[in-house]
């Protein structure tokens, strides 16, 4: 297997985070989720910075956010499969 683009902890993630510089739109990007080093393919409909997360499902607004199996937030708007999640669409529940 080549190189991931993208990588998640659990089966149950809704994003993954970007683990390479310069990800461009409509790169066909290989995942690998760590807890059992499975494989996905997702294709990024924007470009996205290394450490920022990218949207492995359709994201209603208002749903649960899952990263390293843990609820990180909630979506403040839609957020496409593909699409860059990040803090212009992402909320934390704390406050």
Do not use: C
């Not at 297997?1 to 790169?27: C, F, N, R, W």
């Not at 499975?38 to 499902?57: C, E, M, N, Q, W």
Request: net charge positive; aromatic share 4%; charged share 25%.
């Amino acid at each position: 297997m080549s190189a991931p683009h993208i990588l998640a902890h659990e089966k149950k993630d809704t994003v993954a985070v970007v683990v390479v510089e310069g990800l461009k739109a409509g790169t066909d990007m290989l995942g690998v989720i760590t807890h059992d080093n499975s494989d996905f393919r997702v294709t990024a409909k924007h470009d996205i910075p290394i450490g920022h997360k990218v949207a492995l499902v359709d994201i209603k607004k208002g749903d649960t956010i899952w990263k390293y199996g843990q609820d990180i937030g909630l979506a403040k708007a839609d957020i496409a499969k593909g699409e860059h999640a990040h803090v212009h669409n992402i909320k934390t529940k704390r406050w």
